[in-house]
């Protein structure tokens, strides 16, 4: 797989780095931890002050946060939130693993009396000394879910909890492009032969909500593992990194403006990918967006050789929601069915299409299951 900017570059595989031990275990995160232990009992020892169970455990894991910490304990244990759920109800607390989550997401915090004994417990479960998460609880917050900063929470209400989007970017996703927002967005799609996707591409006009930005991350998403991408070319910008997850089936691009803009100032962004052949054809294309779009224009192409029998529009309020706004669209001499959307609304914005039985796509393959979905954000 490679991008093409200015010059032809491969882009880097994903993998693990560190020393290892005879047993291929890494063991660069253990002697960093052993170091930051050894520092945590010299620094006690030089003020007289004695060392707690939680900076202990916060220099041993490099978490002195409670969500840091309990994420952490949670990984190094290798116990679900079900798990965890189910042992503090077999020890009588209740605890709903939408609670753990938030907690373990800084989301909210333990506060009332049954929430602070089931921290106590969770330490005994995950292993930890006493008090280790239950002295890195802050001041008091405000009852209730906390909501999160902009870029995130508006990304919450579209994408849910635990998206694939959220599990791509991972830490970037709490700060997910909230420096820019888009005004414009033109999405291409073009279908193959075999009624499987081919390529996408997209020309984005952004707007700086703040002085100093100067780049954006987008997520591209498959439905059909096969259909991976191959070649990565931006016309409009500067591909800082194209990262393949084929676990997930996400492309996520950042891509560099070449400037800082201005408050308020506006930059062009277009790339397009190119992508292998799925094994089952697609039949639809989505777009999420956060924002208020001013406009968006979505095309779809077909081959002449794979003609749909039917094309419409539809909206959801969220992913997952069902289709609303249901439209046929028709399809052009050219072979390709368009969209245009004028203020265009926050939530999830697709075209959809069927194949006639009679066609060589539904002859070849069977009907066709497979989609796939930008997400700019």
């Not at 849910?160 to 909230?178: C, P």
């Not at 959307?341 to 075209?351: A, L, N």
Request: hydrophobic share 35%; charged share 25%; with cysteine.
């Amino acid at each position: 797989m490679s991008s093409d900017t200015d010059t032809d570059v491969t882009l880097p595989k994903a993998t693990g780095g560190g020393a290892s031990d005879s047993t291929g275990r890494d063991t660069t995160g253990a002697r960093v931890a052993e170091a930051q232990v050894s520092e945590a009992h010299a620094t006690a020892a030089r003020t007289g002050e004695a060392i707690t169970a939680s900076a202990l455990h916060a220099a041993a894991t490099g978490a002195d946060t409670f969500p840091g910490a309990l994420r952490e304990a949670l990984n190094r244990r290798g116990l679900s939130l079900e798990r965890v759920s189910e042992r503090l109800r077999v020890r009588g607390i209740t605890i709903s693993q939408a609670t753990l989550s938030s907690w373990q997401r800084g989301r909210s915090q333990p506060e009332r009396a049954r929430s602070l004994r089931a921290v106590e417990v969770l330490e005994e479960i995950l292993e930890l000394p006493a008090g280790a998460l239950r002295s890195l609880l802050g001041p008091r917050r405000p009852r209730g879910r906390i909501t999160p900063p902009g870029a995130e929470g508006a990304a919450l209400q579209i994408l849910g909890e635990d998206s694939v989007v959220e599990k791509a970017l991972g830490a970037r996703f709490r700060h997910f492009n909230q420096e820019t927002s888009s005004l414009m967005v033109h999405d291409i799609v073009r279908m193959g032969e075999s009624g499987t996707l081919s390529a996408i591409s997209t020309t984005n006009v952004l707007r700086a909500s703040r002085a100093g930005a100067d780049r954006a991350v987008f997520v591209l998403s498959f439905d059909d593992e096969a259909a991976e991408p191959v070649d990565i070319r931006v016309s409009c910008g500067r591909l800082a990194e194209a990262t393949y997850l084929k676990g997930l089936k996400s492309l996520v691009l950042e891509i560099h403006f070449g400037r800082e803009l201005a408050k308020l100032d506006t930059t062009v962004v277009s790339y397009a990918v190119e992508v292998s052949p799925s094994e089952t054809p697609a039949t639809h294309y989505e777009r999420w967006s956060r924002t208020n779009l001013h406009e968006y224009l979505q095309q779809v192409f077909f081959h002449p050789g794979a003609l749909p029998s039917d094309c419409h529009r539809y909206v959801r309020e969220k992913v997952g929601a069902p289709p609303r706004a249901r439209r046929r669209i028709p399809l052009s001499e050219s072979h390709d069915v368009h969209v245009l959307t004028s203020r265009c609304k926050p939530g999830v914005h697709g075209v959809a299409w069927e194949y006639g039985t009679g066609t060589d796509v539904t002859a070849k393959n069977g009907p066709g299951t497979n989609g796939t979905g930008d997400r700019p954000g």
